[in-house]
């Protein structure tokens, strides 16, 4: 059973260009979570989804971020216009259905650089 | 609101000897507590979880916590470290109440020496 997927692990972007970060969950996993960690720092939450709904997403930017997890394929994180203040580690994670699945599983991470 | 803290930055210690990797927490509710580890360029690893049930919770890699409601603490231990231990520790905490948002400590550097 593959781990979850992220991919790229590395992206470099412009100011003002587009970062589309991708995240296939584990087998079986239906809920998806995007984090943020910047250098030195804890994760901070960003979005929690399910299949084609947003769940939560108290801690996405107002502007600029937006995040789906559409019937088939993976979940997408996308940043409109990057600045170099977006530059991170952003995490995936996944869990299986069910009101006891509470442990998260993690992807290895897509670096942002913006340059 | 929920917070973890994580008041050491860097732990160090002895090959062999006792570790402890101390987290407390503030929640309105019950807490779903959590252990995850980072190595270097690499996501997070699960560790061990707390739920309900016995204080006193066994993880991976001969590592557990012990929740202390009165105290609001999990702290992380293990009876004798190993250098391959030295990581980027994390405490995170969730609610019972279904919102599943993981809020997590700002880490801390575990560096065991030979």
């Known amino acids: 059973n593959a781990g979850v997927m992220q991919n790229p692990r590395h992206l470099v972007r412009r100011r003002g260009q587009e970062a589309r970060l991708r995240c296939s969950p584990m087998?079986?996993?239906?809920?998806v979570y995007w984090y943020r960690q910047l250098p030195e720092e804890g994760l901070k939450f960003m979005v929690y989804l399910q299949k084609e709904n947003i769940i939560d997403e108290s801690g996405m930017p107002k502007e600029r971020f937006s995040a789906e997890f559409p019937k088939e394929g993976p979940s997408i994180l996308r940043i409109q216009q990057v600045v170099r203040g977006d530059s991170a580690a952003y995490f995936c994670a996944s869990s299986p259905p069910g009101q006891g699945k509470v442990i998260q599983y993690f992807g290895a991470g897509t670096r942002l650089s913006v340059l | 609101a929920q917070s973890v803290a994580q008041p050491e930055d860097q732990v160090n210690v002895a090959e062999g000897n006792p570790l402890t990797v101390k987290c407390t927490y503030s929640?309105?509710?019950?807490?779903?507590l959590f252990w995850y580890v980072q190595y270097p360029n690499r996501g997070l690893q699960f560790l061990l979880k707390?739920?309900?049930?016995?204080?006193l919770v066994k993880g991976s890699y001969g590592f557990e916590a012990e929740f202390n409601k009165s105290q609001t603490s999990f702290h992380l231990k293990k009876p004798s470290a190993l250098v391959s231990d030295s990581a980027l520790y994390f405490c995170?905490?969730?609610?019972?109440?279904?919102?599943?948002?993981?809020?997590f400590g700002s880490g801390t550097r575990l560096q065991v020496q030979p």
């Open positions: 087998k079986g996993h239906s809920h």
């Open positions: 707390y739920i309900t049930g016995d204080n």
């Open positions: 929640v309105s509710g019950n807490p779903y």
């Open positions: 995170a905490v969730s609610m019972d109440t279904g919102r599943r948002a993981l809020t």
